[in-house]
């Protein structure tokens, strides 16, 4: 029997790569997706297209409501979990702490109520992310202090630390990745990193002039979102549950990813971005490089894609879905004037 898995947040960035992933390893998927008046599936309609309903299917549900999730366990019955679901943007935490820390801590919270008391014993990964350390100095490694710096750390902060009371407390099999930035085509266009390689695209094609960003001087570790949840697969694999950190083990600053993209396509970003402050955070982190070693000593895991590499992937598939964009306004305006 292949294994099953559920994975929630299906529909987001690395919800839709988990689920390549897993399909390819020969799982059969299910992926919890809230109910909404609108479809939001552009990241998995190739999936179903690929490996079809039979290997792959939505589930409806939401964290914040327990009874949806103690039902669907019970008709899934997991072998393994990715808890991936949440509001995840930082500074849209700080717009919305209330329904932030509802989605992130309650969630985890109904997740893992549901599974113990329907006494089955799923392997469960749950997200954790590099914004903990806040303002901690680098590098950040598993044993690093904590300190976040906004609502949506905070959140995933205590979130972490119920699921290891979980997994000590009531011995449930639970991982938590802490993973440092990682980026792709697929991250959403909100994102500093899609904001510049999006805008550099349009300013390329001629549709866009300016740029606004926050804080240039911010430093991230960035790595390639379809590595990163190979560790999460990864981390279910081994015999005991742990924590590991997932990062490239270097960073850079925002400038810099700006200075890449715009060189790429042979523009000067100094022409063209312009810092705004409505961007800035209320309170920032100002530098964040994890080291992963454990991860590579115990998962054998570790990052292929270079920053510069990164960077261009992101322009690339930017500039491509721009210029179909562009082309489709194009032929709308040519064939609008002709009737």
Not at 13 to 38: I, N
Not at 196 to 225: F, H, P, S, V
Not at 257 to 274: N, P, Q
Request: proline share 4%; aromatic share 10%; hydrophobic share 35%.
């Amino acid at each position: 029997m292949p294994t099953t898995a559920l994975i929630t947040g299906l529909t987001g960035q690395d919800g839709s790569y988990l689920a390549e992933t897993l399909l390819e390893k020969g799982h059969r998927v299910f992926g919890l997706v809230r109910r909404a008046s609108s479809f939001n599936t552009g990241r998995i309609d190739h999936l179903f297209q690929a490996f079809g309903s039979d290997r792959i299917e939505f589930v409806r549900g939401d964290l914040t409501d327990a009874s949806s999730l103690g039902r669907l366990l019970r008709l899934i019955r997991p072998d393994e979990i990715y808890h991936l679901g949440a509001q995840s943007h930082v500074m849209v935490s700080f717009e919305i702490p209330e329904y932030s820390a509802d989605s992130i801590v309650l969630g985890t919270i109904r997740l893992l109520e549901s599974v113990r008391e329907l006494n089955i014993q799923p392997r469960i990964y749950n997200a954790c992310t590099s914004e903990v350390f806040g303002s901690t100095p680098p590098p950040q490694d598993e044993f690093s202090a904590m300190s976040p710096q906004s609502p949506y750390a905070a959140a995933k902060l205590c979130g972490y630390h119920i699921c290891k009371v979980y997994r000590e407390g009531f011995g449930m099999w639970i991982a938590n990745g802490i993973l440092f930035n990682h980026e792709s085509p697929r991250r959403g266009e909100t994102f500093v990193t899609r904001k510049i390689t999006q805008g550099a695209a349009r300013i390329k094609l001629g549709i866009q002039e300016k740029l606004e960003l926050g804080n240039l001087d911010a430093m991230r570790d960035w790595g390639y979102a379809p590595e990163y949840v190979e560790a999460m697969w990864r981390m279910l694999q081994q015999q005991e549950p742990d924590d590991y950190v997932v990062a490239t083990g270097e960073s850079h600053s925002v400038r810099e990813f700006a200075k890449e993209a715009f060189s790429y396509l042979g523009l000067d970003w100094r022409e063209h971005v312009i810092t705004q402050s409505r961007h800035v955070r209320p309170l920032e982190v100002e530098y964040l490089q994890g080291d992963a070693r454990r991860a590579e000593a115990k998962l054998g895991w570790r990052p292929r894609t270079t920053f510069r590499e990164l960077v261009r992937i992101m322009v690339d598939a930017d500039l491509r879905r721009e210029k179909i964009l562009l082309e489709g306004t194009v032929k709308h305006k040519c064939v609008g004037a002709t009737v």
